[in-house]
């Protein structure tokens, strides 16, 4: 391959607004997760951090623009502010990144009005960010049993210690009887819904000026498989004491009817594992205990042992059976390692991978990578969920499938049950519309908030506000940040606060928007690294200009480009290094490289000059010096340039020790 020249002539200007696009189209990208200092938000319009209006203030600092989102609402009226519930992005497509979670800049400003949060349930993007942010509070968490075992499980498998003094305070509340607890001038209860996570509750708020009721994740199953049906009862008798505003979730706002009950899957479970020849191999959220005592339930009544894989299944089923969430018949559980010890049709597997997540259990399972499991022709393989939306999960589970099916596994999945021949693998947690109308109904709020979705699923459950009866005015479909001020007779918008995005790694480590650009222009563009060792005295190169590329172009298959770029580099040291400043010549050379390699292959890499100065007096000769405390005897300056290429080519060994290019 030679580099494209097209015969072109590009001119400077061409070639820097070139970078210019590529550098913000990186930004483009990153910029979706801003923190909050870089957000041009109108300060003017921002409330003060003390308040002493009797207005109430809702604020989202997560979960109004996406499911599955960072979820984090504020509730906040003159000295007192709750949190509910505090989440983490189930999906953010960037480099290196693991998850987002809400800027708690805004918090920090009104810190000594916290009094707690309380958490509606145990899922990741209504609780994931409690060990990055609840640190910074020390304020007690409230929630159901269930919702509390969740979140000492994520705090004991959290990869960072945490900070002197810290001490998770928790506090359960019995959702069955109703409890209502004081929050400083709030009065906080808990209501059970049905949704894909036990202890899943709505949280009712009695705050001076009037009731709120937040759904949290919910849906009205006549029959869930626990039997725990959603509080209707409560929610009427709220309903006719008078509710002032309802914040309802709207994961399933663009879905008419109803979500089908949970037991409907039950017999498909039962129908799969009637005809399985051999092992089978459930692959579901850890999370859905329900359906995985369901499951259990199937095996023990076809005579199978069950085997459980995967950290988060073992972590979160250890919880649930401890407090109680879970029976297991003695004699069930087998360890994974002795599951090749088991005659194959005496086994269930319920492992992690539904969603195709690199490392799980059941994808190491397909790629023939796991310690244990060597999968066969003849076993059965479950995938009871659905790839979450939006999250670009749908590519992975496609994969990890052809794999599975390429080692002549049978592999029944939710999308496909009709063509498999099977019953209904998966229903959604989340209620569709007529659920979403019947709570409007039951709890007959005079404002009413959708919340948990993006803007688009927002706006139709508003619709469906308004079709039962709410006033399109007394609606509000928010923007995070935004302050709801609310009094008896009035909801409306005004003003906001500083919020965004944090982005944080695999390890649990915050990673700079800075360095996610970066990532995002290098992923794009490449890199290229320029070093020139140069004689002071005579303003010569002492040695030919070394290239080093990554991610731009194969040097070996582009030497002639290469040798045209080291004659440039040659002809910039002779012309310009004597003359401006080396500031000056290390940004003149950024500019001139660019040029050169954009004209010659329309790219643009992030370029990097390093320019060595050597000679002189000994205290501007730069990095070259060893000090040994030993006088050194003096060194020609090629010398020394030999021995600099030398540690160079020692460091980028080091530096690059799984790529053994030297070029
Ligand atoms: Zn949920």
């Known amino acids: 391959m030679s580099p494209k020249t097209n015969g072109r002539k590009i001119s400077r200007g061409q070639a820097l607004r070139a970078q210019k696009q590529a550098v913000s189209d990186a930004n483009r990208i990153a910029n979706q997760y801003l923190d909050a200092s870089a957000k041009s938000t109108d300060k003017s319009k921002r409330s003060k951090p003390v308040d002493d209006g009797s207005r109430l203030k809702i604020i989202g600092l997560g979960g109004f623009d996406g499911a599955g989102s960072k979820n984090m609402l504020v509730i906040e009226y003159q000295n007192d502010a709750i949190i509910i519930d ?180 039950e017999k498909s479970f039962i129908d799969i594992m009637d005809r399985a020849p051999g092992r089978i191999f459930v692959a579901i959220f ?130 496909t049950y009709e063509l498999d021949g099977a019953g209904p693998l998966h229903v959604s947690g989340h209620g569709r519309l007529d659920e979403a109308a019947d709570m409007i109904n039951m709890v007959k709020p005079k404002f009413f908030i959708p919340i948990w979705g993006p803007y688009r699923y927002k706006k139709r459950h508003i619709d469906v506000a308004v079709q039962q009866g709410i006033a399109r005015a007394n609606c509000i479909n928010p923007e995070n940040g935004q302050i709801i001020s609310i009094t008896k007779d009035k909801m409306v918008i005004d003003g906001d606060v500083p919020h965004g995005t944090i982005l944080v790694d695999q390890t649990g480590a915050i990673v700079s928007t800075i360095v996610v650009k970066d990532r995002v222009l290098l992923a794009e563009e490449g890199v290229v690294a320029v070093v020139l060792t140069i004689d002071k005295k005579s303003g010569q190169l002492l040695t030919s200009p070394d290239i080093i590329s990554r991610g731009f172009i194969y040097m070996k298959e582009n030497e002639e480009l290469m040798t045209a770029l080291r004659n440039e580099l040659r002809r910039a040291v002779t012309q310009r290094f004597k003359r401006v400043d080396l500031d000056r010549f290390k940004a003149e050379l950024k500019d001139y490289i660019t040029h050169f390699l ?38 020609t300056p090629e010398e020394i340039a030999l021995e600099q290429q030398r540690r160079f080519a020692q460091m980028r060994q080091r530096l690059l020790n799984q790529d053994a290019r030297v070029d």
């Open 286 to 415: 850890s999370t859905n205990v329900n359906r995985i005592q369901m499951i259990v339930n199937a095996a023990v009544h076809h005579n199978r042992k069950v085997a459980l894989d995967g950290r988060s299944m073992i972590s979160t089923l250890e919880m649930s059976v401890r407090n109680g969430f879970m029976k297991i018949p003695k004699g069930t559980f087998i360890p994974i390692a002795s599951v090749p010890n088991v005659k194959d049709d005496q086994v269930v597997v319920v492992c992690t991978g539904g969603q195709g997540e690199p490392n799980s259990a059941l994808v190491r399972m397909s790629m023939g990578d796991h310690k244990h499991i060597q999968l066969k022709e003849q076993d059965t393989v479950i995938l009871s969920s659905k790839p979450i939306p939006e999250t670009g999960n749908d590519a992975l589970v496609g994969a990890m499938v052809d794999d599975l099916m390429r080692k002549g596994v049978h592999v029944f999945r939710h999308e």
């Open 86 to 265: 505090c989440g983490h992005d189930l999906g953010v497509d960037l480099p290196g990144i693991n998850y987002g979670i809400a800027d708690t800049t805004y918090l920090d400003s009104i810190k000594n009005k916290l009094r707690g949060f309380v958490i509606s349930h145990g899922h990741l993007d209504h609780i994931g960010a409690l060990p990055h942010i609840l640190p910074k509070y020390n304020v007690p968490v409230y929630g159901s049993r269930f919702t509390i075992g969740r979140v000492e499980e994520i705090f004991e498998n959290f990869g960072i210690p945490m900070p002197d003094g810290f001490e998770l305070k928790t506090v359960i509340m019995n959702e069955a009887t109703h409890e209502r607890l004081k929050l400083g001038g709030f009065f906080v209860e808990l209501i059970r819904v049905t949704h894909a996570i036990p202890g899943s509750t709505a949280i009712v708020v009695d705050t001076p000026v009037g009731r709120l009721i937040n759904t949290g994740d919910f849906r009205l199953d006549p029959n869930p498989l626990d039997h725990e049906k959603t509080d209707v009862e409560r929610l009427e008798e709220l309903g006719r004491e008078g509710v002032l505003v309802l914040m309802s979730e709207s994961t399933n706002a663009e879905q008419l009817g109803r979500t089908p009950s949970e037991s409907t899957i």
């Open 598 to 635: 954009y004209e010659q292959t329309q790219r643009s890499p992030i370029v990097i000059p390093v320019v060595n100065v050597i000679g002189g007096r000994p205290e501007k000769q730069g990095t070259v010096t060893a000090t040994t405390g030993e006088p050194q005897p003096q060194k």
